[in-house]
């Protein structure tokens, strides 16, 4: 199973997404305090949740998360858009950790990676002409996007883990998600 992860999120191919959602949306997120559930919910309707690691104190305090498509099914190209504000000037060298697990399996995939690299961007509010990374204290967008490779996933229960620090080791975000997967137009009773 360990290689089915090392496949499945090595082909994590980052693509850039459109900028017209943030200028729709800039105005209605800027300067807003973040939502915290005590379950951990992220408004947005993304099955990605905070994790228990996560506490006010993050970097990047998030507002709302969104998935397109949602749900998502196995050979789905995704994107994924967090809206919320950064506390405070983000230092070079961050990292992004995922952890990727099957099932009840207690084997996992693990990797990290520059957290720079691991969006397609980061859109900020009077940075035109700016490298978007690292970000500024202040509202932002950040996309990202993949593919949920056919050929490496099989239908199942997947838990995923997204841990995002700074070079000092100071939490940017931690977020995680527990997704079942399968191949559109299936459907298994009881999901």
Same mark, same amino acid.
């Given at each position: 199973?360990?290689?089915?992860?090392?496949?499945?999120?090595?082909?994590?191919?980052?693509?850039?997404?459109?900028?017209?959602?943030?200028?729709?949306?800039?105005?209605?997120?800027?300067?807003?305090?973040?939502?915290?559930?005590?379950?951990?919910?992220?408004?947005?309707?993304?099955?990605?949740?905070?994790?228990?690691?996560?506490?006010?104190?993050? =970097?990047? /305090? %998030? @507002? $709302?998360?969104?998935?397109?498509?949602? +749900?998502?099914?196995?050979?789905?190209?995704?994107?994924?858009?967090?809206?919320?504000?950064?506390?405070?000037?983000?230092?070079?060298?961050?990292?992004?950790?995922?952890?990727?697990?099957?099932?009840?399996?207690?084997?996992?995939?693990?990797?990290?990676?520059?957290?720079?690299?691991? =969006?397609? /961007? %980061? @859109? $900020?509010?009077?940075?035109?002409?700016? +490298?978007?990374?690292?970000?500024?204290?202040?509202?932002?967008?950040?996309?990202?996007?993949?593919?949920?490779?056919?050929?490496?996933?099989?239908?199942?229960?997947?838990?995923?883990?997204?841990?995002?620090?700074?070079?000092?080791?100071?939490?940017?975000?931690?977020?995680?998600?527990?997704?079942?997967?399968?191949?559109?137009?299936?459907?298994?009773?009881?999901?």
């Amino acid at each position: 199973m360990l290689s089915l992860f090392s496949s499945f999120t090595l082909a994590l191919s980052w693509i850039s997404a459109t900028q017209g959602t943030f200028r729709m949306r800039q105005h209605r997120y800027a300067g807003t305090t973040s939502f915290r559930s005590p379950h951990g919910e992220i408004p947005g309707g993304s099955p990605l949740k905070f994790c228990n690691e996560s506490r006010s104190t993050d =970097l990047y /305090s %998030i @507002d $709302q998360i969104e998935l397109y498509p949602n +749900p998502l099914y196995i050979d789905d190209v995704f994107e994924v858009h967090f809206y919320g504000n950064f506390l405070k000037n983000i230092t070079e060298k961050a990292t992004w950790t995922f952890l990727a697990r099957y099932g009840n399996s207690t084997e996992h995939e693990t990797g990290t990676m520059d957290f720079c690299e691991s =969006l397609d /961007s %980061i @859109d $900020q509010p009077g940075r035109h002409g700016q +490298p978007d990374c690292p970000p500024e204290k202040g509202f932002a967008l950040l996309k990202m996007s993949a593919w949920v490779m056919p050929m490496f996933i099989v239908p199942g229960d997947y838990y995923f883990k997204f841990d995002a620090m700074t070079k000092e080791n100071e939490r940017i975000y931690c977020l995680d998600a527990e997704i079942y997967l399968d191949h559109r137009g299936r459907r298994i009773s009881g999901r």
